[in-house]
């Protein structure tokens, strides 16, 4: 919470957290990683560093982006996630990407790899991301707007003569990723499928990720996603 967030009129405070952990299924050798040229959506470059693989990989290619999935080791609960990066195929893609993204009905689930394929060039940027920001503005314009208005049913929260004046002051939410050659650590807190040109089946897919990409965890037997986010810089922590 920042500085100021709570005062004496404060009466309740909801807390909310979620954290993932989780180590690649095969591992990147960190021997192997090298800085490489990361095109940002100004134009410009920065040096990042890439993880790569000659080993195959689950990859698939649709009209203007590729999707790349990275297992996780399966934990004692049977749950299986991975991470899901969207490359689109221009280098200033990514917002054309996520306007697909959150228009068209199971986008996602419908551009997901089934199968590993050789690769040829193969390259993965190293990212550690934290972001945060006051949420109220936001929820209000997806119209949620009761509970700021005092008249969201609050009163039973609180034994107080006040309790029926109790309204949502603020939301603040913060987030955070790392991702490296083990695997991925998350954290969040908060107060039409295109068929693979048949060429494809013969020849090794690249995978260059050097320039903003959309991503996500997802655990595969229920198909919740758990973190989704875009890298723009990865070096903007």
């Not at 989780?22 to 040229?37: N, V």
């Not at 107080?160 to 002051?169: D, K």
């Not at 603040?172 to 068929?195: C, D, M, P, Q």
Request: glycine share 8%; with cysteine; net charge neutral.
């Amino acid at each position: 919470l920042p500085p100021g967030s709570v005062d004496n009129t404060t009466r309740l405070i909801f807390a909310n957290a979620l954290y993932f952990k989780g180590e690649w299924d095969d591992k990147f050798d960190a021997s192997k990683t090298k800085e490489h040229d990361f095109h940002l959506l100004n134009g410009s470059t920065i040096k990042v560093p890439f993880m790569t693989s000659k080993k195959k990989q689950y990859i698939s290619a649709y009209d203007g982006f590729k999707v790349l999935c990275l297992p996780y080791k399966q934990g004692e609960d049977k749950r299986r996630f991975s991470m899901y990066f969207f490359l689109p195929d221009a280098k200033d893609g990514l917002p054309a990407l996520l306007d697909r993204a959150g228009s068209e009905p199971g986008f996602l689930e419908h551009h997901l790899p089934r199968s590993k394929v050789e690769v040829g060039d193969f390259l993965v940027p190293k990212f550690k991301i934290s972001f945060g920001f006051e949420a109220s503005k936001t929820l209000k314009g997806l119209g949620l707007v009761l509970p700021f208005s005092g008249e969201g049913g609050l009163t039973e929260m609180v034994d107080s003569p006040v309790s029926r004046n109790l309204h949502v002051s603020s939301i603040f939410h913060k987030s955070f990723i790392e991702v490296n050659e083990e695997g991925t650590e998350a954290a969040a807190a908060t107060a039409a499928t295109i068929r693979l040109r048949s060429a494809q089946f013969f020849n090794k897919l690249d995978f260059v990720a050097d320039h903003p990409l959309l991503y996500f965890v997802r655990e595969d037997m229920t198909g919740v996603v758990q973190f989704i986010g875009s890298v723009v810089n990865p070096l903007d922590s």
